[in-house]
């Protein structure tokens, strides 16, 4: 395994830039070396044992999953690349890789018929928001969320520019920050890729926490990668909130610090999700659940630490990520630099979990996790108030959570009772400025919160 220090700024931005364009990538143009472990195409895989009877075999075995090249698409290329798929009867599952959340978003909108896909990787809230049409011109296109991807493995990358200045997971000299008008002649400017979803809601809390309003007091916008790693590098970008494994690669590039892991804010905290579009599985709702159990046997395989390493060498490929496999080891071992004076971290469990973690399942899409990302999406007024009131929110939630379709192919796969959660509801969560979130009331956690627009 290639030592993290080989890979130059050079090389790092030609992986950035084909990290945001991987169609222009696939063409060749970036130059981009040819990695390592290159897979060919993408077959199926032909099972290793079929495990589908009469009554659950089916009705169609052919889908299009469309994924995000970061670590949380990983549980749906292993279940295709591994052949948990077709072990289910999926034996025709296309994994596409998606340009970014807005072709992803459009993709959806179209469906595979036309050219796009029939579900895949999310943030959230993006089910809900395309459902009621928020993010997509007023197109009501309803989906449902099926399964959690992944806990942990994003946070809060800070530009080199701003090191030594208390930046951490509780920012010592907010107004640092805040006075960037001053001394800067320029707002403080951070990134995420798409807005109003996962990146944008962990930045906007770790900033809250700290008494520095998001609207106000910085520039937040959504920026391509690529972009946002070039403007930390030349000094004009302050803040990138991403996922693996471009924190670790800020760190190891020297072009920044980490402020704090994700998991450093909210512990085990819901990420991204496997969700579809509705009609698809309303009409195949046997093969839905195929789906499902292939993606929870992933999931299983891929928390397996004996399996890390073949997770890296498929994941890294040209196919896939395009990235050196040392890009992608340490974060999947649980190591991160976090750089500027703070402690490196070394443990398991705060890197990426697929089925469990220290609080119970990762894969199952719990109510309250969904309550609690459309809380948010009050807080901050995003798609002008049209988030209303919680009764609008609970019953967006009723609509396009499946959890039933989870418990059942859980049951059908075999899954101990015991790795079966009986509520909905993961209970009270309790963020690391000690602020609780409490599903059954979430209006005090809303009245609580200092910082809002709501
Ligand atoms: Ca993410």
Request: with cysteine; charged share 20%.
């Amino acid at each position: 395994m290639t030592d993290f220090s080989q890979f130059t700024r050079r090389r790092f931005i030609a992986t950035a830039g084909a990290t945001a364009a991987t169609s222009i990538l696939l063409k060749g143009c970036l130059g981009n070396p040819p990695s390592d472990s290159a897979t060919a195409t993408q077959p199926s895989p032909a099972a290793s044992s079929v495990n589908v009877n009469s009554n659950e075999a089916p009705e169609i075995t052919t889908v299009k999953l469309g994924y995000i090249p970061i670590v949380e698409a990983a549980p749906i290329i292993v279940a295709q690349q591994k052949g948990f798929f077709a072990k289910y009867g999926m034996t025709g599952v296309e994994v596409s890789k998606q340009s970014n959340w807005a072709s992803a978003r459009d993709n959806i909108v179209n469906g595979s018929a036309a050219g796009g896909i029939d579900g895949g990787q999310w943030q959230m809230p993006m089910p809900h928001l395309i459902t009621e049409g928020l993010i997509t011109n007023g197109r009501k296109t309803p989906m449902y969320v099926l399964a959690q991807l992944v806990t942990n493995g994003n946070g809060i990358a800070i530009s080199g520019k701003n090191v030594g200045k208390g930046i951490g997971l509780k920012i010592s000299d907010p107004d640092y920050i805040k006075g960037f008008q001053k001394t800067e002649g320029r707002k403080f400017k951070a990134a995420y890729t798409f807005p109003n979803a996962n990146q944008d809601f962990w930045i906007r809390y770790w900033l809250a926490a700290s008494g520095i309003d998001p609207d106000n007091d910085i520039d937040l916008l959504a920026v391509p990668p690529a972009e946002t790693v070039q403007g930390m590098k030349t000094g004009t970008m302050d803040a990138f909130s991403t996922g693996d494994p471009w924190p670790y690669r800020i760190v190891a590039d020297d072009i920044g610090f980490m402020a704090a892991l994700t998991e450093q804010i909210w512990q085990f905290h819901p990420e991204e999700y496997l969700a579809m579009r509705a009609d698809w599985v309303d009409k195949y709702p046997k093969a839905t659940k195929a789906i499902l159990k292939g993606i929870m046997e992933a999931q299983q395989w891929c928390d397996d630490p004996a399996n890390r390493k073949e997770l890296v060498t498929m994941l890294s490929g040209r196919n896939f990520f395009n990235l050196p496999e040392a890009v992608l080891t340490p974060p999947f071992e649980g190591r991160y630099k976090l750089g500027d004076g703070k402690p490196d971290i070394d443990n398991f469990k705060s890197g990426p979990l697929y089925w469990k973690d220290g609080v119970g399942s990762v894969s199952y899409p719990y109510k309250s996790h969904d309550l609690w990302f459309l809380t948010e999406t009050m807080r901050w007024n995003f798609h002008n108030g049209a988030i209303k009131d919680f009764d609008m929110a609970k019953k967006l939630i009723d609509q396009v959570n499946r959890e039933d379709l989870w418990k059942e192919a859980a049951k059908d796969a075999g899954i101990a009772a015991a790795d079966i959660p009986t509520s909905t509801s993961r209970g009270v969560e309790t963020f690391f400025d000690k602020v609780k979130f409490d599903p059954e009331n979430p209006e005090a956690y809303l009245a609580s919160l200092k910082i809002k627009k709501a």
